[in-house]
């Protein structure tokens, strides 16, 4: 289990790349997912599906790794709590609690929840994403970390595309165990509460509060 968590930070600045994705169906353990167009995918031994993509001109980067299933502590809550805090609160030596989303139920039997905060990346500002999924006693683990709400579109595409198998032992799983899934529709945008938003037409919503930007879509909220 440590040397999972561990993968994190260590291929963020050492993985090996092996080529350009340009967005076909991937498959994972029990995850299928459409990985983000043009990202490089890293090679990790097996231990994670990983891509990354960086920006020199700019001094952007931006990761993302799904992690095989592993058993869950019980609820979506603990499950998110025992990653963010393996996966980045622990590595990143990032304090304090991370803005969270609610559970979410998706197709096969599974309930999603994200956390996300902002960290310092080899002295450059970053955030770090965690996306669990929790279903029949089951966990699959999305970590992202990126430098540029220019990789927003992609990230969400990604978690957005995921579909899996159905959870063992849940009620409406699918009688085949690779019969495809229908990501859920993403939640109306909420309104502006008198700060000063912005509506992009991906369907995030940027709004200037004091101190930060709050950029939500759906059931995901970063903080930049």
């Given at each position: 289990m440590q040397s999972r968590y561990c993968l994190v930070a260590v291929a963020m600045v050492a993985a090996v790349v092996v080529g350009p994705l340009w967005g076909q169906r991937e498959s994972y353990d029990v995850v299928t997912f459409t990985p983000p167009s043009g990202w490089a995918k890293r090679e990790t031994q097996g231990k994670?599906?990983?891509?990354?993509?960086?920006?020199?001109?700019?001094?952007t980067f931006a990761q993302?790794?799904?992690?095989?299933?592993?058993?869950?502590?019980?609820?979506?809550?603990?499950?998110?709590?025992?990653e963010w805090r393996a996966m980045v609160a622990d590595p990143f030596q990032v304090k304090g609690a991370p803005a969270m989303s609610g559970a979410v139920e998706v197709p096969g039997g599974w309930k999603r929840k994200s956390a996300a905060a902002n960290f310092v990346f080899e002295g450059r500002p970053a955030t770090a994403l965690v996306t669990t999924f929790t279903g029949g006693g089951r966990l699959?683990?999305?970590?992202?970390?990126?430098?540029?709400?220019?990789?927003f579109g992609a990230i969400d595409g990604v978690i957005?595309?995921?579909?899996?198998?159905?959870?063992?032992?849940?009620?409406g799983s699918p009688a085949s165990p690779g019969a495809p899934m229908n990501p859920p529709a993403a939640a109306k945008p909420p309104g502006r509460f008198g700060f000063t938003s912005t509506n992009f037409d991906d369907g995030w919503v940027s709004t200037a509060l004091e101190g930060w930007t709050e950029v939500k879509k759906g059931s995901l909220r970063v903080l930049v």
């Open positions: 994670s599906a990983t891509y990354a993509i960086t920006d020199n001109r700019k001094g993302l790794s799904i992690y095989p299933s592993t058993a869950s502590k019980g609820s979506p809550e603990a499950d998110l709590e025992q699959v683990t999305v970590v992202v970390t990126y430098s540029s709400r220019d990789y957005n595309s995921i579909e899996l198998r159905g959870a063992p032992n849940s009620p």
